[in-house]
């Protein structure tokens, strides 16, 4: 491989190949430290023209490639096998954004920019790029992309893919495509936009994309309202959604259980109730009047929901450090749950209109195979997307519990399924449920998806051992 590494010095400049182990650390572990690869070596292109030169390379040699934005994602989709094999084609230095039309209300950035990055710009422009997910700070557009990614907009806004408008991507065969197209209308063949989102890297290197913005919101306000059971907040939800259309933008779900164990590790934070209830909701209206508007409307909203007895009691945040403090609750859902041990985390969406019976039915069937078992379900009710974690039984070792891991995986998908759901909501399939999903999707899918990739990297060179 010296031949080919040689080459790709050539091509990008030698500073830009690390082949040193601790230079490449970095690159092969995953963000949960579940899993540590190996690589021939990390690549660092600048440009889009760069990225070509390398794939094209790759090909020429044989050699996977592994993309990789902010490496944050959850399913081992952005890190190299243990072969050594591979190598890592990292995107960060693709980081400029290159041009913002706010007329036609778009941006154009390079794959690894980081979102929150994009976030600034597009508020700098009086807009909104309304992405937004807990590692924004360090996750990038093309893995954003990718990953086709929700987060707490995606109620309003729509997920990744509902946020992109063109796609410039770097194909297996080492071709650079120029998909930056700013048209919200475009009926002319086959969309490979939406074929490379979502792809995990498998079909293609996304470069640079088209995204769509926002007017910018007035006002922003949050409030808690605390409930009985997941089927009242489904009530809830439907109210909101009458009473405040368009301005809902983040309606979050979260058992007291979750809120027992943040106030535990971050004694600060706790639920502004006298008492506990078995649910809370966190919800956020984004309004293009006034605050005072969007007081009135989340006040009104909360009134009504307590006269019909679908909240027990609620708060409305009376300022931004409030309804701050308000997300902090939810925030810390994932460090607390760290903080208490390990568990078993599964990221599933089913209808909204079938949450309520979901959570009750898995519960029953986890609790009849695993006595004691301790349910933390939060997630973005309003997209019927749960973060369905199980943590062991009182008395029971983490390390047995995770040993029951495939076990307990077969129950909750199981029921995912049977309630016409899907096994991974956000975080993707990536090498973590690759074969998990065999399972569930129907061989006509599957063998649709094999010539999809037959078609598009014949060489299997694109993230091999991800997604299919
Ligand atoms: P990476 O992790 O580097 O890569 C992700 C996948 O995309 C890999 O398969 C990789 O090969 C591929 N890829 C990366 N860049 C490219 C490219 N330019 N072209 C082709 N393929 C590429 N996810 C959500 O959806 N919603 C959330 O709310 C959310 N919250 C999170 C909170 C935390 C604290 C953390 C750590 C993660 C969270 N995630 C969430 C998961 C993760 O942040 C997202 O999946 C994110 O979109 C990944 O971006 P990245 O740049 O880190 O991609």
Redesign the pocket.
């Given at each position: 491989m010296t031949a080919f590494l040689d080459a790709c010095r050539a091509a990008i400049g030698a500073a830009h190949i690390l082949t040193d182990p601790a230079d490449m650390a970095a690159y092969l572990t995953?963000?949960?430290r579940r899993h540590t690869g190996a690589a021939l070596a990390v690549i660092k292109p600048g440009t889009s023209e760069e990225v070509a030169a390398i794939v094209r390379l790759c090909a020429l040699h044989r050699v996977p490639v592994?993309?990789?934005?902010?490496?944050?994602?959850?399913?081992l989709?952005?890190v190299p096998d243990t072969s050594g094999a591979a190598v890592v084609?990292s995107?960060t230095r693709?980081n400029r954004i290159r041009s913002i039309d706010v007329i036609n209300d778009t941006l154009v950035a390079e794959?690894?920019c980081?979102?929150k990055n994009i976030q600034e710009a597009a508020s700098a422009a009086d807009r909104l790029f309304p992405l937004?997910?807990?590692?924004?700070g360090?996750?990038?557009?093309?893995?954003?992309?990718?990953?086709?990614?929700?987060?707490?907009a995606v109620l309003r806004y729509g997920?990744?893919r509902e946020l992109c408008l063109g796609l410039e991507?770097v194909t297996a065969a080492g071709d650079l495509w120029d998909g930056l197209r700013g048209l919200r209308k475009d009926n002319t063949g086959y969309d490979l936009r939406d074929l490379?989102i979502g792809?995990?890297?498998?079909?293609?290197?996304?470069?640079a994309a088209v995204l769509k913005l926002h007017p910018r919101p007035r006002a922003q306000l949050t409030a808690l309202a605390a409930l009985r059971s997941p089927a009242a907040a489904l009530g809830l939800l439907a109210m909101a959604r009458q009473e405040c259309g368009d301005t809902l933008t983040g309606f979050e779900l979260m058992s007291d259980l979750c809120l027992q164990m943040v106030h535990r590790h971050f004694p600060a934070l706790r639920a502004p109730f006298a008492q506990a209830y078995p649910q809370y909701v966190l919800l956020e209206v984004s309004d293009g009047e006034s605050s005072e508007h969007a007081t009135q409307l989340l006040e009104g909203l909360m009134d009504a929901a307590l006269k019909a007895g679908l909240a027990e009691d609620a708060v409305v945040a009376a300022s931004l450090a409030q309804s701050a403090n308000l997300w902090q609750l939810r925030e810390h859902i994932?460090a607390a749950q760290a903080a208490e041990g390990k568990n078993i985390k599964h990221?599933i969406a089913v209808p909204i209109s079938r949450i309520g019976e979901f959570i009750d039915t898995t519960g029953r069937l986890l609790e009849q195979a695993f006595p004691g078992c301790r349910l933390v379900t939060f997630g973005?009710l309003g997209d019927g997307n749960l973060h369905y974690n199980v943590a062991a039984p009182a008395g029971m070792t983490d390390h047995a519990f995770l040993a029951r891991q495939a076990e307990v995986n077969r129950v909750v998908h199981d029921s995912v399924h049977s309630f016409g759901g899907a096994i991974s909501?956000?975080?993707?399939l990536?090498a973590l449920k690759r074969e998990e999903i065999l399972r569930y999707k129907s061989p006509v899918e599957m063998a649709l998806q094999r010539s999809i990739k037959q078609a598009l990297d014949p060489l299997n060179l694109?993230?091999p051992g991800?997604?299919i």
């Open positions: 995953d963000q949960r592994v993309p990789q934005g902010g490496n944050t994602g959850l399913v989709g952005s084609l995107l693709l794959a690894g980081i979102l937004s997910l807990a590692s924004e360090s996750c990038t557009i093309g893995g954003n992309l990718s990953s086709n990614a929700g987060g707490t997920n990744a991507v490379f792809a995990e890297g498998t079909l293609g290197i996304i470069t994932s990221d973005h909501a956000e975080h993707g990536g694109m993230n991800k997604l």
